[in-house]
């Protein structure tokens, strides 16, 4: 079945690029309305943002997403991968800001909220969307996405970084909410202590701190309470992974091989899946095919994919 949330659930924390104060509330949400974002700050134009691949408009830092009057909310993979592995289907998420709290710089503190608050279970069946042919995106240096059929969600990630901090690491995780509070709810978001430095002096990062983030330099893991995982780096990016996916709009039921991907490189996928109509449907677990427009109730966002 369908879930979503006991009761509103209240985030305070700071934008890590913008470093801009911000309240974030998950609110409950009735069966078929998705995730949608809401910009409670915007009193001109549309507020309400989807949470879908096809309103992602920047990839560059962190995923954004945005409408068609501009208003935007970037840095929602973490919330996004938490309300996914948890298997909650339809909320609200209001924020006061153009960014999502960054908190810990991992899902645990959304993860944990979800618990304490619980979820309520909603009268109408869960939709998936079932791969049904292998879908690739490449990108730069070796850079690979791939959606393969699979009877389950499984997430199979390589990285490979020159700092011997990071260097190459690999892990495959089988989705599954306890299995996400155990081994990658807490795995943080990480970068280069030179990387983070050109970020600030181009007026983003602002947030940024060893509070939220793991970073490194030249071999050396630079936060005095060390790594929560000996590979967190790889573990953090299944968590991202997971959260673009969640995009699809449906747990996606397949296998994503990620190598060396990033933000874009997923939503790409996704949209390249999206685009071939033999490479997927939606699927419930009695009847095989729902029609496109079943998980797009809100309004007429876009059923068509480019
Ligand atoms: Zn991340």
């Given at each position: ?130 791969v049904?042919?292998t879908v690739v ?8 996405a791939e959606l393969h059929p ?102 996606v039921?397949g296998r994503y091989v ?11 996928l996704l949209?390249?899946l ?5 490479a ?27």
């Amino acid at each position: 079945m369908q879930h979503t949330v006991k009761d509103v659930i209240t985030f305070d924390g700071v934008g890590v690029h913008s470093g801009r104060k911000a309240r974030m509330r998950i609110c409950p949400a009735p069966a078929n309305y998705g995730v949608w974002f809401k910009r409670v700050d915007v009193t001109e134009g549309d507020s309400m943002i989807p949470a879908r691949f096809d309103a992602v408009c920047d990839t560059r830092l962190c995923t954004v997403l945005g409408n068609a009057d501009g208003a935007t909310v970037s840095t929602v993979e973490h919330v996004m991968s938490a309300l996914s592995a948890c298997g909650v289907d339809n909320v609200l998420i209001e924020i006061d800001g153009p960014e999502v709290p960054i908190m810990d710089g991992s899902a645990e503190h959304f993860v944990r909220g979800l618990a304490k608050t619980g979820l309520l279970s909603l009268d109408e069946e869960r939709v998936m969307i079932r791969v049904l042919e292998t879908v690739v995106v490449d990108g730069e240096g070796g850079a690979r996405a791939e959606l393969h059929p699979a009877d389950e969600f499984e997430i199979d990630f390589e990285i490979d970084f020159q700092d011997p901090a990071i260097g190459r690491q690999h892990r495959v995780f089988k989705v599954s909410s306890d299995g996400f509070v155990d081994d990658i709810a807490d795995c943080r978001t990480f970068g280069h202590l030179a990387d983070v430095e050109r970020l600030r002096a181009a007026g983003l990062g602002r947030g940024g701190s060893l509070d939220n983030a793991v970073v490194v330099d030249n071999g050396r893991v630079l936060n005095p309470g060390g790594l929560r995982h000996p590979d967190e780096f790889v573990r953090h990016k299944i968590l991202d992974a997971i959260g673009d996916l969640a995009l699809a709009g449906s747990p996606v039921m397949g296998r994503y091989v990620g190598v060396k991907a990033g933000h874009g490189m997923t939503n790409r996928l996704l949209r390249a899946l999206m685009a071939r109509p033999n490479a997927w449907r939606f699927e419930s677990a009695e009847t095989p095919v729902v029609p496109l427009v079943a998980r797009d109730r809100r309004r007429e966002y876009t059923t068509q994919v480019a």
